[in-house]
Structure formats: structure tokens, C-alpha cells
């Protein structure tokens, strides 16, 4: 067992990858299973513990672990040596491996973009960090909701190509 | 029109027939 063999390092950027995955996806199930549906629930003088404490905590994970998850991905892409066929989506290289985890890097990183250029900008509004008029919070909050829905629907592919690619092309 | 990606529901489903589009995808591009 050699800890500072490439191929020890290679499992260990996939692990970091696995970790900052879970971190990202996890808050992202959160906001669409549990608090988005929760808050018309929620009697209006308790909403600001949400709005306030616990969504700005949750996407500050939820943001760095995108952030986390896409740089591992690549590096660890680079180590494996098919960062350049996957992103051709393996076309022309009959590598079902590199088609599959092509594929999964792709929704991924539309999923990434969704996170710091629609969902943040937009929610950083709706939860008042940046000033916004009231119609404008209105427009952010869609953009923001329709993005994270997005996403959670992309969720579903995403990691069918991802562990597909791992264990099964 | 109202837009699937309002249900939480319908989310879920899209996610699972786009994963039966993509499993074509990669038999048909490899």
C-alpha cells in the first residue's frame, strides 16, 4: 500500500469529489424537499429564522460545495486522463466510459453555472443581502426557484452518468 | 401554461425520463 502513489492520490480527489458532492446536492434536496414546500407552512412571525439564519447558512454550503465539487471533478478528470474525450462526450472514441462520465460533467457544470450565476445573485435579493424593490424580489425569487428546480431535475441524470460511469461503462 | 418545475412532483418525474433519454444517448453515441 503506497500512500503517495498517483493512483492513491487519483482515489483521493474522487473521495474530496464524493464529499463536496454530498455537501452541494444534500442542501439542494433541502431547499426543494423540505424548505421551500415548508414555508407557506410556517406562521409569518417564525419565517424569519428561516430567511434570516438558516437559508443563508445553507447556501453558503450549498455554494462552495458546488464550487468544491466541479474543481475535484476536474482535477480528478485531468488524473484519470479523459478530460478532453468526456468533454467531446467520447463521441468518435466508441468509449461508453467516456460518453457516460462526458455526459455527467456536462449537466453537472450546467448545474454549477445555475448555482453562482442564477440561484446566489438571485437569492442574495430575495433574503435582503443586496437591496431590492419589491417587484424585484418578486422576479429573483422565480429565477432563483425555477434554477433550483432545475437543478433538482438534472440531479436525477446527473448522477445516473456519474456512478454509471464508476461502475457500470 | 403552468410551468412542470412548479411541482415538486413533476420535478422528479422529468428528472427520471430524462435519465431513460440519456441512457439512449450514451448506447446510441457509444
Redesign the interface.
Known amino acids: 500500500m503506497e500512500f503517495v502513489s498517483f493512483a492513491w492520490w487519483t482515489m483521493a480527489f474522487r473521495w474530496l469529489h464524493v464529499i463536496s458532492g454530498i455537501m452541494w446536492i444534500g442542501h439542494l434536496w433541502y431547499f426543494n424537499f423540505v424548505q421551500t414546500p415548508s414555508m407557506p407552512k410556517i406562521p409569518d412571525e417564525q419565517k424569519p429564522a428561516i430567511t434570516k439564519f438558516i437559508a443563508p447558512t445553507a447556501l453558503f454550503w450549498f455554494r462552495w460545495g458546488a464550487m468544491a465539487t466541479i474543481v475535484t471533478g476536474l482535477i480528478l478528470a485531468g488524473m484519470n486522463g479523459y478530460l478532453g474525450s468526456a468533454i467531446k462526450l467520447g463521441i468518435g472514441d466508441h468509449n461508453a466510459h467516456n460518453t457516460a462520465i462526458g455526459f455527467g460533467m456536462w449537466l453537472g457544470t450546467i448545474m454549477w453555472f445555475n448555482v453562482w450565476f442564477l440561484i446566489w445573485p438571485n437569492q442574495k435579493k430575495v433574503l435582503g443581502i443586496v437591496p431590492a424593490q419589491p417587484d424585484e424580489k418578486k422576479r429573483a425569487g422565480r429565477i432563483a426557484g425555477l434554477a433550483s428546480r432545475t437543478n433538482t431535475m438534472l440531479s436525477i441524470p446527473m448522477l445516473y452518468a456519474m456512478v454509471g460511469a464508476g461502475h457500470y461503462y | 401554461m403552468k410551468?412542470p418545475?412548479?411541482s415538486?412532483q413533476s420535478?422528479?418525474v422529468?428528472?427520471?425520463v430524462?435519465?431513460v433519454?440519456?441512457?439512449l444517448?450514451?448506447?446510441a453515441?457509444?
Open positions: 410551468n418545475l412548479d415538486l420535478t422528479v422529468l428528472g427520471f430524462l435519465t433519454v440519456l441512457i444517448l450514451i448506447h453515441i457509444a
